[in-house]
């Protein structure tokens, strides 16, 4: 009974504070320079629903896949080289043997692929940093001989090249047993 009365004083307090009204403004002599809109009829309320809605936008086409072709070869290449179509974004690459070279101007390391005879035209992918990378610089600086390295990674594509996100990076055994 007593929970009773203490909700129905709640809600009489709650629905009183949103009922209340506002003070009246004191009269003024001066014309107002508003007019209060009216409300709209039901005529404009069913012709606002009516009228066509605006265009939807248009949903995005895929990309037409055409193949790319790698920039360092065929007409872009040093030597006159067979055009090589580049391998798709996200490809994954394992187990594979190469160098660690530099492009021509130093500033990037690439990965040089060792011919065999399964893939004898692999163009290089340009490493994409990281302490893998950091890892054979380290090995190529404190040997004195070519090293090979046995790489994993996924591929990604920009510009007309391939760029190689390394994973895993090993000596092979059967190259370097020293390491």
């Known amino acids: 009974m007593r929970n009773k009365f203490v909700l129905s ?5 709650f629905v009183a504070v949103t009922m209340r009204s506002a003070p009246a403004a004191p009269p003024t002599t001066q014309p107002s320079t508003t007019t209060a809109s009216a409300p709209p009829s039901a005529e404009q309320l069913m012709n606002q629903m ?3 809605p605006p265009p939807a936008p248009k949903p995005l086409q895929p990309k037409i896949d055409t193949p790319a072709f790698n920039r360092t070869t065929g007409v872009g290449g040093v030597v006159k080289t067979p ?13 594979r043997v190469g160098r660690l070279t530099h492009n021509a101007d130093g500033s990037q390391a690439e990965f040089t692929f060792q011919a065999d005879a399964k893939t004898l035209a692999d163009p290089p992918v340009i490493i994409l940093p990281n ?7 380290d090995i190529v600086k404190a040997t004195n001989r070519d090293v ?4 994993t990674g996924m591929l990604t594509e920009f510009r007309g090249r391939n760029y190689l996100l390394l994973e895993k990076v090993s000596v092979p055994s059967e190259y370097y047993s020293q390491f």
Do not use: N, Q, S, Y
């Open 131 to 137: 302490t893998k990378l950091m890892a054979m610089e």
């Open 50 to 52: 009516l009228k066509a």
């Open 9 to 13: 004083f709640i809600l009489a307090f």
């Open 148 to 151: 090979l390295f046995r790489v």
């Open 83 to 95: 055009v090589i179509a580049l391998r798709r974004e996200g490809t994954f690459i394992f187990d």
